[in-house]
């Protein structure tokens, strides 16, 4: 009777497994399943470990060069518990982001989804995607009309920087996200960081994001379960941030505020789930990648004297140009000529996303490549970015290279994603950088670690967060923003 039990037990495990080595191969074997090269790896976890073997972010990593040399630049595999097609092409890549909708949709992992919720834009597809985008894109242009907003991130910059007097050295990963985290804080919400809804914003914001890089189990205790929570405490402080405004902006009170959300509030287009979703999009998109954007500029600076040099003296000159203690405005960031160049190499070099994720909507047929339905397609940015044969000197830090290129229409250069669902903070994260740069390298002299690199994780990281000697330049000592301005 035993033995018996047992055997339908074993029978049962066996027959489990084997049922999920068959799930796992037979997308092979359905239509042009073996149209691509590649292989699936290991069953069930396909090849998934290799490919998030952590390298340097300015390089393209083992498993991608080994797989492009063996494959092609288009190759399937299987990833994230899914049939794959990866594709280090600029063209196909390029026809993936403009087909969004049509051909491929945007598709992160459904534990993704948990923590950020389905009405976020990151995950939202379809009306709901368009919906929410329009409001991101006119919430931007905004930020280019309004002068208090530029002065706001001046602000904060000088604010954090006036921070480092007397520090011989400084970690600058933490002192970069201190400032996006402020930045997008102060534009989206208002909030100072003084007030204390911004601690506890920060305290959920940062339980939230730990949860973002966690393993997806939603039991009590767990990292992504703590995420999940925190991510309905932030809810509730921004609704509640959000009643406070309404209930104070009736009639004509002199307490209105020029920042994001009074806007929002007079968005019709979006539920209040939606507008609550919105703001934590925001924060989310305005923070990690513009801190790694700035840490990786100011990484590759220190190791590049010649671009440094260049940078200080346009930084000098677009001051020289303004009154004492004049605040930058748009026209000045307009004429930092040489500091895009840096931004826009940092990006190319420092590959802060390295791909994006979609999903085949149908069969796609293009350039001879077969992607079947169904399929998991990763367009892998830093590939493109890295390809000698695009990028001469691909290898090097050289932001001379974009003097004679228009990056924005380049099918080889894509930092911020590309067609419907392109980055709608892009320029935000660039004036940022640019005003912070404005005052750092007029201010302080700095030097890293070589051993400090940026690293891919793929999430990149620096090694031991960018450690900073610092030396203050004495001839330009900080003018501090006076109270109120
Ligand atoms: C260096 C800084 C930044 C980088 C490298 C970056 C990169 C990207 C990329 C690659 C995408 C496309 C994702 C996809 O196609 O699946 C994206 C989308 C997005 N980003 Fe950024 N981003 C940056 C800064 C910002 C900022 C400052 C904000 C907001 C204030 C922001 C908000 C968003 C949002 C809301 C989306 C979703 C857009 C959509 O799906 O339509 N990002 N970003």
């Known amino acids: 009777m035993a033995a018996g039990f047992w055997l339908l037990v074993l029978v049962a495990v066996v027959g489990f497994l084997m049922a999920l080595v068959l799930n796992h191969f037979l997308p092979l074997f359905l239509k042009y399943g073996l149209a691509l090269k590649g292989t699936f790896g290991w069953p069930i976890i396909g090849e998934t470990l290799g490919f998030l073997q952590p390298h340097s972010s300015n390089s393209i990593g083992t498993f991608l060069q080994e797989h492009c040399s063996r494959y092609g630049k288009v190759f399937k595999t299987h990833l994230f518990f899914c049939p794959t097609v990866v594709s280090c092409d600029q063209e196909l890549n390029y026809f993936i982001l403009q087909n969004e909708g049509k051909f491929f949709q945007c598709s992160y992992p459904k534990p993704i989804h948990g923590i950020l919720g389905n009405l976020s834009m990151l995950v939202a597809v379809g009306e709901t995607h368009k919906r929410l985008r329009n409001v991101a894109l006119s919430l931007v242009s905004i930020t280019k009309s309004k002068p208090e907003f530029l002065q706001d991130i001046e602000r904060i910059a000088v604010q954090i920087l006036g921070s480092w007097k007397g520090k011989p050295k400084v970690i600058f990963r933490g002192e970069a996200r201190k400032f996006t985290f402020n930045v997008i804080v102060k534009l989206v919400l208002g909030l100072t960081p003084e007030d204390p809804e911004t601690a506890k914003i920060l305290e959920d914001f940062l339980t939230f994001m730990r949860g973002l890089i966690s393993l997806p189990i ?234 400090d690199q940026p690293m891919a994780y793929p999430c990149v990281e620096f090694q031991r967060g960018l450690v900073l000697n610092l030396e203050p330049c004495s001839s330009n000592p900080l003018q501090p923003f006076q109270s109120g301005e």
């Open 218 to 451: 939603c039991i009590p205790g767990t990292a992504y379960a703590r995420a999940v929570q925190a991510r309905s405490r932030i809810s509730s402080t921004v609704k509640a941030i959000l009643e406070e405004r309404r209930r104070n902006n009736v009639g004509d009170s002199p307490r209105k505020r020029s920042d994001f959300l009074e806007i929002l509030l007079s968005v019709d287009a979006l539920s209040e789930d939606e507008k609550v979703s919105f703001v934590l999009d925001s924060l989310l998109g305005g923070y990690e990648t513009t801190s790694l954007l700035m840490a990786t500029v100011v990484h590759f600076l220190s190791h590049t004297p010649p671009a440094l040099d260049q940078l200080k003296q346009e930084h000098q000159k677009v001051r020289s140009m303004k009154q004492k203690d004049e605040k930058l405005n748009w026209e000045d960031y307009k004429r930092m000529d040489f500091t895009q160049n840096v931004i826009n190499e940092a990006l190319r070099y420092g590959n802060i996303v390295k791909f994006v994720h979609r999903k085949a909507l149908k069969d796609v047929k293009f350039k001879g490549y077969l992607i079947p339905s169904g399929w998991k397609v990763l367009p892998v940015f830093s590939a493109v970015h890295l390809d000698p044969s695009l990028h001469a000197n691909s290898l090097q830090f050289h932001p001379w290279r974009w003097e004679s290129q228009d990056q924005t229409l380049c099918k080889k250069y894509t930092p911020f994603g590309g067609g419907p669902r392109c980055c709608p903070g892009s320029e935000l994260a660039k004036v940022e950088v640019a005003f912070f740069l404005h005052h750092l390298v007029q201010n302080f002299r700095w030097r890293s670690e070589a051993d």
